[in-house]
C-alpha cells in the first residue's frame, strides 16, 4: 500500500469516527435533559475516572494511554461544552414560558 | 432509558473510538514510514485540509462542524506526535547502524 492508499483509509475511518463521535453526543444530550429533569450537575469527576479507566483498559495500541486520553479529554471537553448550550437554552425557554405565564388574562 | 443506560452506551462507544482511533494511529505510523523513506514532510497543510471537509461532509449532528473540528484538530495532533517519535527512533536507529558500521573490524 502506498501513501493514497493509507490515506483512503484514514478517510473512511474518519467517517466511522464522525458517526460514532455523534452517536456520542446524542448520548449525553439524553443524559444532559434527564440531568436537566433531575437538577444533577453537569461536571461529575467520578464519571470522568470510569470513562478514562474504559478506555485504557480496551487499549490494543499503538497509542498509549496517555495520548488516547489527550484526544477523549478534548472529546468529552466538547461533550460537556453541548450539554451546557442544551441547558441554557432549556432555561431561555423556561423564562419564555414564565413570562407568558405573567401576562394579564385579558 | 435513564442516566446508567444512556452511560452503558457511551461507554460501548468509547471502546468503538478506541479501536478506530488506533486503527488510524496505525495508517499513519504506515504513512511515516512510507514519508521517512522518501523525505516527504511531516506535516501537509493540505492534505489536513482534506481531512476537514471530509469530516464536516459527513457530519449528520448533533455536532456542529466547529466542534467536530475541534475534536480531531487534537486527533491530528497526535497522530502527528507518533509520527515525529517514529521519526525520532528511525534516526536514533541508523545513528546506531552508522556508528556500527564504523568501529574497527579487528
Redesign the interface.
Given at each position: 500500500?502506498?501513501?493514497a492508499d493509507?490515506?483512503h483509509?484514514?478517510?473512511e475511518?474518519?467517517?466511522?469516527?464522525?458517526?460514532?463521535?455523534?452517536?456520542?453526543?446524542?448520548?449525553?444530550?439524553?443524559?444532559g435533559r434527564?440531568?436537566g429533569d433531575s437538577d444533577?450537575p453537569v461536571y461529575e469527576p467520578d464519571?470522568e475516572r470510569?470513562?478514562f479507566e474504559?478506555?485504557a483498559r480496551?487499549?490494543?495500541?499503538?497509542?498509549s494511554n496517555v495520548?488516547?486520553r489527550?484526544?477523549?479529554?478534548?472529546?468529552v471537553?466538547?461533550m460537556r461544552?453541548?450539554q451546557g448550550e442544551q441547558m441554557m437554552s432549556a432555561k431561555a425557554q423556561e423564562e419564555v414560558s414564565g413570562a407568558n405565564e405573567l401576562e394579564p388574562l385579558d
Open positions: 500500500m502506498d501513501i493509507w490515506r483509509k484514514i478517510d475511518l474518519d467517517r466511522q469516527l464522525v458517526s460514532l463521535i455523534n452517536q456520542r453526543a446524542q448520548c449525553a444530550l439524553e443524559i434527564l440531568k444533577l464519571r470510569i470513562i474504559n478506555i480496551n487499549n490494543g495500541g499503538p497509542l495520548q488516547l489527550q484526544i477523549f479529554e478534548r472529546l471537553d466538547v461544552q453541548i
